[in-house]
């Protein structure tokens, strides 16, 4: 059966592989989960990302992060807009995620930024998804 989602996906695997502990996952390489891992790596929720080259696609590794007592950085993953229900927001209506403690994944005109960066460029557009 074929991935209809590969951003779910992807989130299924982070997911799955914090709970698991483990010190890494490999996920399918596209653009828009690169640009999701880049975020990512840049608010602090994972290590680090890496290509791996397999002759088609390509993986990427993805280093989960963990702190001194072994509590993950990356507490929650929910996926939001779905193949099936595609949800849109205007920069004003963009809401914080727990407070302002996790951040929404936005994809505007401009590309994949988080919801603090959307609403201080005045961008709406799908909301991805949120992360804690």
Known sequence: MPVTDPIADML????N????????????RSKINESILEILKREGFISNCKTVD??????????LKYGKNNETALTGLKKI??????IYVKSKEI??????????????PQGIMTDKEAKKENLGGEIICEVW
């Open 12 to 15: 299924a695997v982070l997911r």
């Open 17 to 28: 592989g914090v709970m698991a502990h483990k010190d890494d996952v490999l996920v399918k």
């Open 54 to 63: 397999d002759k088609k696609q390509g993986i990427l590794k993805v280093y």
């Open 81 to 86: 807009s779905k193949p099936g229900l595609r």
């Open 95 to 108: 809401k914080d995620v727990y407070g302002g403690i996790g951040i929404a994944l936005i994809s505007t």
